[in-house]
């Protein structure tokens, strides 16, 4: 059987009869076990059935950092825990950063935690997820990052910002002009897409390029974050736009 568990709530991907469940709380010492069928929506929303118990919010410990989300109205990918870390510990001393697809704080707060940026921009769509993200950086006793409701189309501030994270896989590529268009001589942008794996050394920088125009564009890394579906990879560009 394959699970997760995310704070004191277990998420199983098949379903157990109530007896079964009982038993698999009381062994993994949670509340509630649910079931997330898919991710939906640009919103990220899952589709989930409870299980067992009825309570799904938590908290989330990860990397040092504290996470409160809902598990019915937000999502949690387990698989992108190194990525979060990864960037946070790129950020230098006095950089500038946006988050364009901030959700509850996925990366806005490890940044915030293990970094020293001067500031952070953190921008969601998702009234739930904002909520969150708000809630996070109060509880991770951080004031540096400041959340921002809205569609990162309309909402990325224009600044020359130093690094942007594009934590997103819905049709990324169509924001990369408002990110490129937003950061600083010689920035990084953090591209995720989800790319078939012949194409992987391909599309994703190829699409960079597209929206640079005049601009150059230095690949500094292409990591996997993880496989999405059979033959697809997660991965993230890191690129230098000068
Ligand atoms: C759920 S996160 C992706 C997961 C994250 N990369 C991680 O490490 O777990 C993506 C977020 O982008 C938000 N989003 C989607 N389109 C957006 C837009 N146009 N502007 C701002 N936020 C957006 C979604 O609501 C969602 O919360």
């Known amino acids: 059987m394959k699970y997760k568990k995310i704070g004191d709530i277990l998420i199983i991907n098949n379903e157990y009869l109530e007896e079964d469940c009982e ?10 076990i649910m079931r997330i069928d898919h991710i939906q929506g640009i919103r990220r929303e899952p589709v989930y059935k409870i299980l067992f118990g009825h309570e799904t919010e938590t908290i989330n410990k990860e990397n040092g950092c504290l996470f409160k989300l809902d598990l019915s ?12 870390l990864r960037i946070a510990k790129l950020v230098e001393d006095g ?25 952070v921009y953190a921008i969601e769509i998702n009234p739930n997820s904002y909520h969150y993200l708000c809630e996070n950086i109060k ?18 501030p224009k600044l ?3 690094r942007i994270v594009m934590g997103y896989v819905k049709t990324t590529h169509h924001y990369l ?13 953090h591209y995720h897409e989800t790319v ?17 125009g005049d601009r150059d564009v230095e690949l ?17 560009v890191d690129a230098r736009i000068s």
């Not at 509880?139 to 990325?156: M, R, S």
């Not at 078939?196 to 640079?212: C, G, N």
């Open 95 to 119: 950089e500038t950063v946006i988050d364009m697809f901030a959700g509850i704080g996925y990366f806005s707060i490890p940044i915030g935690v293990h970094s020293n940026a001067q500031k």
């Open 23 to 32: 038993y698999l709380a009381r062994k993994h010492n949670v509340k509630t």
């Open 73 to 84: 109205k937000v999502m949690w990918s387990k698989g992108n825990n190194n990525e979060r």
């Open 196 to 212: 078939p794996e012949k194409l992987m050394d391909k599309r994703p920088i190829e699409r960079i390029v597209a929206q640079a």
């Open 177 to 189: 002009k408002v990110a490129i268009d937003s950061l600083n001589e010689g920035g990084i942008i």
């Open 139 to 156: 509880l991770n006793k951080l004031n540096n990052v400041a959340p921002i409701l809205g569609d990162c189309k309309e909402h990325t």
């Open 160 to 162: 020359k910002a130093d």
């Open 220 to 236: 500094l890394k292409i990591n996997k974050i993880k496989k999405y579906a059979p033959g697809v990879e997660h991965v993230v």
